[in-house]
């Protein structure tokens, strides 16, 4: 950190290890009175601004002013799902009866990705863009990123709000920001060694490509200027220690990560022990369920991460169902209080699948490809039907120093299959791939692609 901002800033404020130590370490008691406050207000202001959630309350019979506690607000106000929205913007586009605000407050327009051909608009208004931006700084200040750092944003610039909201975040820590887009990998690596930025940010497994393709050059990412790389928009190096592991030791940098929807916040930076993801309880209140009964379930067990959000006033989401299987707990060794999220997300409902009575989750099943070294990063997962059960495939490419080695890709899908089959007692079909075959990608990898009948899918984009 240089002279300047150390005079501005202190040595108690530059060397603590929170954002806002004051919020992240706040008592349980008061953070559920806080809660309950900002509930209320909500409520009221969903219910009065918005035409989808006064017909939402009225149809159950509920007025903003009969949620008196928490757990008023968890069963008596509807649960709202992601497929509502949608609905009703493909009803009234762009953004239908689910605004609170006039279009004359929207600043900026973001949307899912859409891989099941109806993305999800999403409008955000000035507040909203500086609440989202201060999310992003608690995971970046955890990890060590401060003012003086510089930020190297590795994609193009599209609707993806994952990383529009990263750069607003980098805005807020007052770091100087460079833009990749329009790059392509190569043209991202010359970029780097060029401008000389001290903070990556991708996906995770952008990260390890950009690095295979620096090798490639003759370039070692090790060795660069970058210090930190911080990745969204798929599992990583907070649910993936192997994953964690490849991409620190490929740049020579510390890895971090934080948990987002982009239509609601980048709500969970990730624990600085780095084994989960702590919820941003300033922006947001969460619960979890049982995605069948809808249930509450108890702390500690695995559950879908139910989400209501204090920093979207565009779009309010109240009650809103996230698909997230994740565990839950309270209090942790690295001194936030905030809820905890063990392994951050541990699947989805709709990506878990049941292989001969055995429930296998695709962040279980990506954690043990990564312990078998001579697996690559480039693997996917392939659903499809048989005999009335679910089969999991993984296709996955062998490191390159195989390539030509194929008497040993048959070694390697045996000992994935046996070491899949030790921890969690189900055996799913492994089959080796030409390494350089799957499937590259910038933002979000695609490592499920399911085969299986309509009638035994679900939307798989978030």
Same mark, same amino acid.
């Given at each position: ?31 559920? /009175? ?39 607000? !968890? ?6 799902? *992601? ?33 099941? #051909?109806?993305?999800? /608009? ?8 500086? &609440? =989202? ?6 995971? =970046? ?20 709000? #994952? ?102 916040? /980048? ?32 702390? #500690? ?45 541990? #699947? ?36 499809? &039907? ?28 045996? &000992? ?5 089959? *030790? ?17 590259? =990608?910038?933002?979000?990898? !695609? ?16």
């Amino acid at each position: 950190m240089s002279d300047a901002l150390s005079h501005v800033l202190g040595k108690s404020a530059r060397e603590s290890r929170f954002w806002n130590a004051h919020a992240e370490t706040m008592p349980r008691a008061q953070l559920d /009175a806080l809660h309950l406050q900002r509930l209320q207000k909500l409520a009221h202001y969903a219910y009065e601004r918005s035409p989808f959630y006064r017909r939402k309350f009225d149809s159950v019979g509920l007025k903003p002013g009969d949620i008196r506690s928490l757990e008023d607000f !968890k069963r008596k106000v509807p649960l709202t799902d *992601k497929s509502e929205f949608i609905d009703e913007q493909l009803e009234s586009p762009p953004y239908g009866p689910t605004v609170a605000l006039p279009d004359d407050f929207i600043v900026h327009h973001c949307e899912t990705s859409g891989s099941t #051909g109806k993305p999800l /608009a999403i409008p955000y208004s000035m507040y909203d863009t500086i &609440r =989202y931006g201060e999310s992003w700084a608690f995971g =970046y200040w955890a990890l060590g990123i401060r003012p003086s750092d510089s930020f190297y944003f590795a994609f193009s610039w599209g609707n993806f709000a #994952g990383f529009w909201s990263a750069y607003w975040g980098a805005r807020r820590l007052g770091c100087r920001v460079i833009s990749g887009g329009g790059l392509d990998t190569k043209g991202h690596i010359q970029a780097i060694l060029r401008t000389r930025p001290t903070v990556l940010i991708s996906t995770p497994t952008f990260a390890l490509r950009m690095a295979a393709v620096a090798a490639e050059m003759g370039v070692d990412a090790a060795n660069s200027s970058i210090k930190f790389t911080y990745h969204a928009g798929e599992p990583g190096p907070t649910a993936l220690p192997a994953m964690c592991r490849q991409i620190e030791e490929a740049w020579g940098a510390k890895a971090g990560e934080l948990l987002g929807i982009a239509e609601v916040n /980048a709500f969970a930076p990730g624990c600085p022990n780095g084994d989960g993801v702590h919820v941003n309880e300033l922006d947001s209140f969460t619960w979890s369920i049982d995605p069948q009964t809808l249930e509450e379930v108890a702390e #500690g067990e695995i559950g879908e991460n139910v989400i209501t959000s204090f920093s979207n006033v565009a779009q309010p989401l109240l009650n809103y169902r996230s698909h997230d299987l994740v565990r839950r707990r309270v209090g942790c060794t690295c001194g936030r209080t905030w809820v905890k999220f063990e392994g951050s997300v541990l #699947g989805r409902t709709d990506f878990m699948v049941t292989v001969r009575g055995t429930n296998v989750y695709q962040t279980a099943v990506e954690h043990l490809i990564g312990q078998i070294p001579e697996v690559s990063s480039a693997y996917e997962l392939l659903l499809t &039907r048989e005999d009335e059960n679910d089969v999991m495939t993984i296709r996955f490419e062998p490191v390159k120093s195989l390539a030509s080695d194929r008497d040993a890709w048959g070694a390697i899908e045996r &000992r994935l299959s046996d070491h899949i089959h *030790k921890a969690l007692h189900v055996r799913l079909k492994t089959v080796a791939v030409s390494p350089e075959s799957l499937p590259r =990608y910038e933002l979000k990898t !695609k490592r499920i692609i399911d085969q299986r009948p309509k009638e035994f899918r679900r939307a798989l984009d978030r």
